[in-house]
């Protein structure tokens, strides 16, 4: 990827210290030393991460910072920070940043300038008068451009989930996506080049009406923000069938390259416990429908779920379930270890039910279980196997 690199010294505060800037056509990366501390902005100026003492930082567009790293024992370790320590690493992160651009003089480069903490707020709160909450995201579309087409969650009662109880399922239509795809575009400015995809927010979005979804479509295309990699978007497998297999070619056909679906388990006993609807069957039924339509498809897994209890049940169902479906390279099978979330009615139904929740390394045990029970639909061709942690969100 071209790039232009500038180099400067930097001794104001201590020891000279070189840095080096690489401007390219969607961050800007500096670099102080040979190796670290490392720093990414996009194009309008916002840190995306930084890397410095063996720990890396992952700041989100409503103004939090995730850090990550790794343990004595080798594990990940993630916090947030607490506004104090948020404010102190930016602000020194920027103090660095705004130096060297003045040093380097390059107006690509003025846009690391005058990011001072009540800019950061400030931009924060743009960002969440354009969206509602960004709950979740799949790992692999983390640097999507999310259009919330829709609100909230159409089911919105499953016991593990509680991503959506804050807000109703509504649909929204061309006139209201027209503008918050305006909206959208003005608070990312030229940051929208970092953007890879676009994911059509938010949970099960395509359960709408096909009339519907054809009115976002036109409304996207007129926008003229279609991007690269084309069109991606959760749905319950429950849902597909609501579409015919004509309907699924024909998003397929206007950008639709990959929908996300939660299996969760392949065990219909759990997903009764869940307050899932539907069984193991409708979301191998849902691939087949999905698959034969030129749709991509990413199977979430939940790992730990259902505790001990259910523990034998899930890595056989789940087994059992994902080797049915016709997967193959360019789909994903993402395993997502459980998360008891404070605020979900899992972790009450799991205590009166007594059930022991899993450790971490009996979780880890049952994904590899799962994986290596496996049998995938075209083995020379396998879809891609990931961890997907919640934890570790950022948008």
Same mark, same amino acid.
């Given at each position: ?74 594990? +990940?370790? %993630?916090? *947030? /920070? @607490?506004?104090?320590? =948020?404010?102190? $690493? !930016? ?120 009339? +519907?979804? %054809?009115? *976002? /479509? @036109?409304?996207?295309? =007129?926008?003229? $923000? !279609? ?120 972790? +009450? ?47």
């Amino acid at each position: 990827m071209p790039h232009d690199i500038f180099k400067c010294i930097l001794s104001e505060l201590g020891p000279a210290r070189p840095v080096t800037v690489r401007i390219r056509p969607q961050v800007i990366n500096l670099l102080v030393g040979d190796e670290a501390p490392s720093y990414s902005f996009d194009r309008a100026g916002r840190l995306i991460g930084a890397f410095v003492s063996g720990r890396n930082y992952r700041r989100g567009l409503d103004n939090r910072v995730l850090e990550k790293w790794s343990g004595p024992d080798g594990l +990940r370790q %993630r916090r *947030w /920070l @607490d506004a104090g320590a =948020a404010q102190t $690493l !930016l602000i020194g992160i920027y103090d660095l940043a705004g130096r060297a651009a003045a040093q380097i003089d390059d107006p690509r480069l003025a846009v690391l300038r005058g990011w001072d903490w009540p800019a950061l707020q400030a931009d924060a709160d743009r960002f969440a008068q354009v969206y509602r909450p960004v709950s979740i995201l799949p790992p692999d579309q983390y640097l999507a451009l999310v259009v919330q087409a829709t609100e909230g969650c159409s089911y919105n009662r499953c016991t593990f989930c509680d991503f959506y109880r804050d807000r109703p399922f509504r649909v929204k239509g061309p006139a209201e996506l027209w503008a918050h795809i305006e909206a959208v575009r003005a608070f990312f400015g030229p940051a929208i080049a970092l953007r890879k995809s676009l994911f059509l927010a938010d949970a099960n979005a395509l359960v709408a009406p096909m009339p +519907r979804i %054809r009115g *976002w /479509l @036109d409304v996207i295309d =007129a926008a003229r $923000l !279609l991007p690269r990699a084309g069109i991606y978007s959760f749905i319950d497998a429950f849902d597909v069938g609501r579409k015919t297999p004509a309907d699924w070619a024909e998003l397929a056909a206007r950008g639709v390259r990959r929908v996300y679906s939660g299996m969760e388990t392949g065990d219909d006993a759990l997903l009764r416990f869940l307050r899932k609807p539907g069984s193991a069957s409708d979301a191998v039924d849902a691939v087949v429908r999905l698959k034969g339509a030129g749709v991509a498809v990413s199977v979430i897994v939940m790992t730990g779920i259902g505790g001990d209890r259910f523990a034998a049940a899930h890595v056989y169902g789940t087994i059992r379930a994902l080797s049915e479906m016709p997967l193959v390279a360019g789909d994903i099978v993402y395993f997502s270890p459980f998360v008891n979330r404070p605020s979900s009615e899992y972790g +009450r139904l799991a205590i009166e039910a007594g059930i022991r929740p899993l450790s971490a390394a009996e979780i880890a045990d049952q994904e590899a279980a799962i994986r290596a029970g496996l049998r995938f639909h075209d083995p020379a061709h396998p879809p891609q196997c990931a961890r997907y942690d919640i934890r570790e969100f950022v948008y």
